[in-house]
């Protein structure tokens, strides 16, 4: 896992509602510019749903290193599908996982924006980086972990606004705490980048057409 | 009773489905409306909630209701460990350091971290919500058909949102077969072996693209046949779903009515020893 699925009873209510807010801003913004540029594209709506539920797929399979450790693979999304799609595609394959215990249904807005933020980061390090090297491999795996690192920020600072019910320490305190668990999240985040780096570069081997924005 | 698991502690959604699908208790033919209902009062209730005693009240009611359904108990145990996992990676490193009675000191690098009692009680506190909100996620899951479930997603998501939904859980058993026939291949050419994290990692990355690439071929395999048969970007449901019965509106009631005066009274702070 590169970042936390926060489970129910986290955040308080108040927070509950505030990040469900902000989240389906985000996912009405998304549907409003696929509306608005009339993208009624069925091919691209059956894409978005295989991406889905490939992303869900690999997320039931467990590596063997270091454990056992579990791919979410949401900046991949981000290359495959886009900032659009992939802000509808974390939501759904949010609400897949609320449904099957990881993450509660009431963090599912607070996780989608952890999600959105690897998806929309990866994407544009993605395509940033076209003009530093061709390598897919580099790109892609440099875009994932900075995605990630950027999925670990905004975990933490969602979690230093909400504050975790219960937990009476400073936000200092609660910092030095997170701190360790992103440090442990990023050791995982250098997998998911190495293997996400080896996925894009194996597809544009195999089928350079889907990186050429088949979804986006 | 059809399987395809990869690790023994995530929910096996072909096993899922086979009891949504063949559930004969009571709750199989209870409107799926109501379940939705009951399901987002918990999520508040357990939101608001801070006494453990009623925090344990509610998840032994829900574990009750999962075994009364007849939804496998063992199971249930082995899919509790990433919730847990969960929990505790992020609440296992926050408790400490609580104001409380200590009952663990620890030195690490100089610094002590002291557990208390307190943060015990929180740990334990997030972990029942935690479990009470799974066990009934999966019971809702386990006991309703999925064209229940797919008209319920038509009617609550506004389009694309619905289609991708709709058609991505349709594709994920397809897209789930596929992951475990090829993890098999691997495994069956010895490709479970650790060799080392590079060769691990190269194995199944190659596997994880593969699943994307035919993924997408399925897809536009998929895509021309549904264009063949007259989609038009609109996957609509026909099956209707039963409303919410007589008892069922009851329940629904009185839930709510516990929920908001439990609500306004952890606001008020009236109660706050038992709430």
Redesign the interface.
């Known amino acids: ?1 590169a970042h ?10 108040f927070w ?1 509602i505030v990040w469900w807010l902000c989240a389906l801003v985000l ?1 009405g913004s998304a ?1 409003f510019l ?1 509306r608005i540029k009339k993208t ?1 594209d ?2 691209k ?10 992303s ?3 997320f ?6 270091f454990g ?1 450790v ?2 979410n ?1 949401t900046p ?1 999304i981000g290359i ?1 599908a886009g900032p659009v ?1 992939g802000t ?2 974390v ?2 394959v949010n ?2 996982s ?9 963090l599912i807005g607070a996780n989608v924006l952890v999600n959105f933020s690897e998806v929309i980061v990866a994407y544009l390090s993605y395509r940033g980086l076209k003009k530093v090297t061709s390598s897919l491999f580099f790109r892609a795996g440099i875009a994932t972990f900075v995605g990630l690192i950027c999925g670990n920020i905004v975990m933490i600072a969602i ?1 230093l606004i909400s504050g ?6 400073s936000t200092l ?2 910092l030095t ?2 701190s ?2 992103a440090a ?1 999240n990023m050791g995982v985040a250098v ?1 998911e980048a ?7 570069a ?2 544009g081997k ?2 350079p057409d ?1 990186l050429e924005g ?1 979804v986006s | 009773m059809p399987t395809t698991t990869f690790s023994e502690h995530i929910p096996d959604l072909d096993l899922i489905t086979w009891y949504a699908e063949n559930n004969k208790s009571v709750f199989a033919f209870m409107s799926p409306w109501t379940k939705f209902a009951i399901l987002t009062l918990l999520v508040v209730l357990v939101t608001v909630l801070h006494s453990i005693i009623l925090l344990i009240s509610i998840y032994v009611a829900v574990i009750c209701i999962y075994l009364i359904a007849g939804l496998p108990a063992k199971k249930l145990i082995l899919w509790y460990t990433l919730p847990i996992l969960f929990v505790f990676s992020l609440i296992g490193i926050l408790v400490w350091g609580e104001p409380g009675f200590p009952l663990i000191s620890l030195k690490i690098f100089g610094l002590t971290a002291i557990l208390t009692d307190k943060g015990v009680l929180i740990a334990i506190s997030l972990l029942i919500k935690a479990l009470t909100m799974v066990t009934f996620s999966l019971f809702i899951l386990m006991t309703t058909r999925y064209s229940y479930l797919a008209t319920v997603i038509e009617r609550i998501f506004p389009a694309p949102l619905d289609q991708i939904f709709l058609l991505s859980y349709r594709f994920l058993f397809l897209t789930i077969s596929m992951t475990a026939a090829m993890l098999k291949a691997v495994c069956s050419r010895g490709g479970g072996v650790i060799y080392s994290i590079r060769m691990q990692g190269k194995i199944f990355a190659e596997v994880f693209a593969l699943v994307f690439i035919r993924s997408f071929d399925r897809a536009e395999r998929v895509h021309k046949a549904m264009i063949a048969r007259g989609y038009k970007g609109h996957f609509s449901m026909n099956n209707e779903v039963p409303a919410p019965s007589q008892y069922g509106m009851i329940s629904i009631v009185i839930f709510s009515i516990i929920v908001i005066a439990i609500l306004i009274a952890s606001q008020l702070k009236w109660g706050l020893n038992i709430l």
């Open positions: 896992m936390i699925h926060l489970e129910d009873g986290s955040f308080t209510l509950v996912i549907l696929l009624k069925v091919k709506i059956t894409m978005a749903a295989f991406v889905t539920a490939a869900f797929a690999i039931q399979v467990q590596i063997p290193i056992g579990h791919l693979l991949l495959l799609f509808l595609i939501f759904i609400i897949m609320a449904a099957i215990g990881h993450g509660g249904w009431g979690i975790i019910q219960g937990i009476t320490q305190q609660i705490g997170l360790l668990l442990v997998i190495f293997i996400t780096g080896l996925i894009v194996y597809i195999v089928r889907i088949t």
